[in-house]
């Protein structure tokens, strides 16, 4: 029985396509890239309007798009060298937007912060001073690469050095490993619960001082034990925040116990000096529903 052909297989590239290709890399944006997607046509969950390109799939799946078809800004998730490689015909994007549009100010002080994984925060220095740009890393749409040829590549940071972040980004997303239900419910909820329950210049004084939130668990299918772990940028908390994290542990505390989770006395650390074995052994935790 003969062998089929390569799923990815591609025709042989045009010239001046290894040139045009070359000029992009991870990270970078271009434009004009509608968000197509294969969704229920039935018991559809994106709660954005959207219309049918076609439907009549198995499955009762159907071919739908953004009402109006908007065109979007995209970032390209795929690695350099695999824009390059002539084996790999797509390239992943993903979409990328001004959160000030969608979210209130703590919210994007969450996004900045890095404690809402799923959405990168970028500093492209083609954007105004009110813009609050953000990869949205929940959604990946695969696109030919000949949809690169003749676009220019928009920077989504102006220090090259930055780009370093998409990479980590994508790689913490795939990697992390899950933390325990019992965790999330008795745990980590209540404490995101109660930081949003506070009032608005508290909620910022707090995360101004927290980096991110870790959780660690002796047992990820039946946990007996938990810690949290605040990881505060460089320097100390100032007095008032303990007092608002501490109020904030002692809620958590309340919870966990009555599930007959117990809780492990909350460290307070920097990034510098969390040893790797615990780094390790604990897992951030980014809304108080997920790791």
């Not at 065109?71 to 695999?82: E, Y």
């Not at 707090?206 to 940028?233: F, G, N």
């Not at 501490?246 to 007959?260: I, N, P």
């Not at 809780?263 to 951030?284: C, D, G, R, Y």
């Amino acid at each position: 029985m003969p062998l089929r052909s390569d799923l990815g297989r591609g025709h042989p590239w045009g010239d001046g396509y290894q040139e045009q290709f070359n000029r992009f890399r991870q990270g970078h944006i271009i434009e004009g890239v509608p968000l197509v997607y294969l969704g229920s046509a039935t018991h559809p969950l994106w709660a954005v309007e959207s219309e049918v390109l076609r439907d009549g799939f198995g499955r009762e799946l159907q071919t739908s798009m953004e009402k109006g078809l908007p065109l979007r800004h995209a970032m390209i998730t795929t690695q350099g060298c695999d824009i390059l490689k002539p084996t790999h015909t797509w390239i992943g994007v993903t979409p990328v937007y001004d959160a000030a549009e969608y979210f209130d100010r703590g919210k994007i002080g969450q996004i900045g912060a890095g404690q809402i994984l799923y959405l990168l925060a970028i500093a492209p220095p083609w954007a105004t001073s009110d813009q609050k740009w953000v990869a949205d890393l929940r959604i990946e749409i695969p696109l030919e690469k000949t949809v690169l040829l003749g676009r220019e590549p928009l920077e989504a940071y102006a220090n090259d050095a930055d780009y370093v972040r998409v990479p980590q980004r994508l790689a913490f997303l795939r990697q992390r490993p899950d933390v325990a239900n019992a965790c999330l419910d008795y745990v980590s909820q209540p404490l995101f619960d109660w930081v949003r329950q506070q009032d608005e210049r508290e909620r910022e004084r707090m995360w101004a001082t927290v980096d991110h939130v870790r959780i660690w668990q002796d047992s990820y299918e039946s946990p007996t034990k938990a810690q949290l772990i605040l990881v505060v940028h460089g320097g100390r908390m100032e007095d008032h925040d303990h007092d608002l994290w501490d109020a904030a542990q002692d809620h958590v505390y309340e919870q966990a116990s009555a599930a007959g989770l117990m809780m492990i006395p909350t460290k307070v650390t920097t990034m510098e000096e969390l040893s790797a074995a615990e780094f390790q052994a604990s897992f951030i935790v980014e809304d108080g529903s997920s790791s």
